[in-house]
């Protein structure tokens, strides 16, 4: 069974900080990877995707990717209230299978 | 601006009822997927469908489940007859395998 965790949080952010949230997942040939951001009874909104070892940068946000060690993390610089929310990780496998994997996600507060 | 308006935005069913649940793509996409959240749990994959034939489904996709696409727009998703557990949120997706993108969902309530 093929898995993505992710730490459920709360995760409690000063506002203007730094978020950081984290994901593993465990089929090692999986070759893309998102984050998707969902507001409460709204649907997710993808924010970042990321395909290669190392860092992607957009605006405040930061994906990195270690494919050795099975992790994918999302950095939000500059944290907002408006940045709280749930984050959902997504793990798609190899071999042109379009089946995202998602983690049950991860909840942030951004507190003022 | 959403690529796709799903109907109707919330359904309440009796148990047993058959639903159909809509997805109407504003671009032209070739791939186009199904997937749901019950309440407080995962996303989950139920199908994905390409050039009007489903390409993969998943064990939750059992005989109770159809996906058509009757007129060459919308996308539907048909549950026989309904159950309890079916009760969730059931998501639309369009894009490819690199990038998948929400549709506004469709809350089903199944009593």
């Known amino acids: 069974q093929k898995e993505v965790e992710q730490n459920s949080g709360p995760l409690s952010v000063p506002e203007g900080a730094i978020a950081s949230l984290n994901c593993t997942y465990s089929?090692?040939?999986?070759?893309?990877f998102f984050w998707y951001r969902q507001y409460s009874g709204k649907s997710p909104e993808l924010i970042m995707s990321?395909?290669?070892?190392g860092d992607k940068e957009d605006g405040r946000f930061t994906a990195q990717l270690n494919k050795a060690s099975q992790y994918v993390s999302l950095l939000i610089r500059d944290s907002q209230p408006s940045d709280s929310a749930t984050y959902l990780c997504?793990?798609?496998?190899?071999?042109?299978?379009?089946?995202?994997?998602f983690g049950t996600g991860t909840r942030l507060t951004i507190i003022p | 601006e959403p690529e796709v308006t799903q109907t109707p935005s919330h359904q309440v069913t009796q148990m047993g009822q058959e639903v159909i649940l809509r997805c109407v793509p504003i671009?032209?996409?070739?791939?186009f997927y199904w997937y749901r959240q019950i309440l407080g749990q995962k996303v989950e994959f139920l199908v994905s469908?390409?050039?009007?034939?489903?390409?993969?489904k998943s064990e939750i996709f059992d005989d109770q489940f159809s996906v058509e696409r009757p007129d060459g727009s919308n996308f539907t998703l048909k549950i026989r007859s309904t159950k309890l557990e079916d009760s969730a949120m059931y998501f639309c997706?369009?894009?490819?395998?690199?990038?998948?993108?929400f549709g506004p969902g469709t809350r089903l309530t199944v009593l």
């Open positions: 997504a793990v798609n496998p190899p071999g042109g299978n379009e089946k995202l994997t």
């Open positions: 089929d090692r040939v999986s070759q893309s």
């Open positions: 990321i395909y290669s070892n």
């Open positions: 671009s032209n996409h070739l791939y």
């Open positions: 469908f390409y050039n009007n034939e489903i390409s993969e």
């Open positions: 997706l369009w894009g490819t395998y690199n990038e998948q993108f």
